[in-house]
């Protein structure tokens, strides 16, 4: 389970965003924000939403019923449910674009190719509904199919296998990125520390990225610490995810920045740096390296996205007892038809990006920490978390942090 945690929190987050995050808002000066934003508040909400996990073994809807009797926070499981479903269907298009890209280079297609043909290669493959939408469902029924096959068989299976093999291509990826003559601009971009970047909105940034890249606060881990053994901590599944999910983050900011600079291009986010600027220069470095960059951002997604469906799934096998391939085909359907629209429509695509980053997960992890903090029993919660000074951390210090950024991040 802990290799699954990690699955999930390692995904587009860590390869797209983060390095990125890191350049705009002041290299090494954000990694320290980001890692104090870890410690003090995601860490600790991780291991409250686990705690609700593995106290009641539960799905997030029936987890949810039985800590609030009078049904308070029945709700909320229906809205970690949505969220997740939410961002399964956008998640996908994603996923869906890797797996095009991974064919593509199999083919060879990026060799030889300006950075101007292949932002024209990805306008054409993203606003081609045909090809998106396909690739959008070959990616989701992949998705399904691994979380059909069973916890173990199938999520446990893959993510032990798909884990270490994602590192050791990472690493691949940096040592050649790091040994090209002018990567070293790339490093300076990531660890030299400009405390003048860190403002308000970059703290902000930085809290909803580490939110997002530990996948807190729309049941993922709570749905995968109800399958912990009891000798199984959420203190060590916590420690090891953050530590495992930050190291890739990082070796993957010294396999993308250093290439970038040495092409002598400007870094810039998302699709168009994973999807036109890298494949062009990985090309000039062989035909075998843009082949495992697009293998390892699939593998990424794949790990991230089979746990969001299992919150779904959990929910429709344990409330409503529909069998787990039944299950995993519905909610393959039902996303593919949301996951259409996102990658039809661009703005269906940013809305639902918004909507569950920054409200739907901050609202999850604000009721996570609150039924931790003010609703189980104390004693019952410490049995899991062991820590008063943890305890404090999810009673006050999260849902104040929480408040604060979810504020910041509206206005
Ligand atoms: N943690 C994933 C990433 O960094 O890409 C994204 C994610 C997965 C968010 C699962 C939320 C989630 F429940």
């Not at 410690?39 to 609700?52: C, D, N, R, Y």
């Not at 292949?118 to 998106?132: H, I, K, L, N, Q």
């Not at 070796?251 to 870094?267: C, K, L, Q, T």
Request: hydrophobic letters at 55%; proline letters at 4%.
């Amino acid at each position: 389970m802990i290799m699954a945690m990690a699955g999930s929190a390692v995904g587009l987050g860590n390869i797209w965003r983060f390095p990125y995050m890191v350049g705009e808002h002041g290299g090494a000066a954000f990694i320290i924000v980001y890692i104090i934003c870890c410690l003090v508040v995601s860490l600790p909400i991780f291991f409250a939403e686990a705690t609700i996990g593995k106290a009641t073994r539960k799905d997030t809807f029936g987890a949810m019923k039985e800590v609030s009797p009078s049904g308070r926070f029945k709700e909320m499981g229906f809205i970690a449910i949505a969220s997740s479903f939410i961002i399964l269907s956008f998640y996908s298009v994603v996923g869906g674009w890797s797996f095009d890209y991974l064919i593509r280079s199999c083919a060879g297609a990026f060799s030889g190719k300006s950075i101007a043909e292949a932002r024209e290669v990805f306008a054409g493959m993203s606003s081609s509904p045909t090809e998106s939408v396909s690739c959008m469902l070959v990616f989701l029924s992949l998705t399904a199919g691994i979380v059909a096959a069973g916890v173990d068989k199938g999520i446990g299976l893959f993510s032990k296998v798909s884990m270490p093999v994602l590192l050791v291509m990472m690493v691949v990826i940096a040592v050649v990125s790091l040994t090209l003559p002018g990567s070293g601009e790339g490093v300076t971009y990531l660890i030299k520390p400009d405390f003048s970047k860190l403002d308000g909105p970059a703290i902000a940034a930085a809290l909803g990225q580490s939110f997002f890249s530990l996948s807190l606060g729309i049941g993922t881990i709570l749905t995968y610490a109800s399958y912990m053994r009891e000798d199984e901590s959420v203190i060590e599944a916590g420690a090891w995810t953050a530590f495992f999910d930050t190291g890739f983050a990082l070796i993957a900011g010294f396999a993308i920045m250093p290439a970038v600079f040495a092409a002598g291009i400007e870094p810039s986010a998302g699709p168009s740096l994973v999807f036109e600027t890298l494949p062009v220069i990985f090309s000039h470095m062989g035909y075998v390296l843009p082949v495992v960059f697009f293998l390892a951002i699939l593998i990424a997604a794949l790990s991230s996205s089979i746990s969001l469906l299992e919150v779904i799934v959990a929910w429709l096998v344990e409330q409503k007892n529909l069998s787990r391939p039944k299950a995993s085909f519905l909610v393959f359907l039902f996303a593919g038809i949301l996951g259409a629209a996102c990658a039809v429509v661009p703005k269906v695509f940013n809305t639902c990006d918004f909507v569950s980053s920054n409200v739907l997960m901050m609202a999850g992890a604000l009721i996570f920490a609150i039924i931790i903090g003010w609703v189980m029993p104390r004693e019952q919660v410490l049995t899991h978390i062991k820590s008063r000074f943890l305890y404090g951390l999810i009673r006050y210090a999260a849902p104040v942090m929480i408040v604060a950024v979810a504020v910041t991040n509206l206005l």
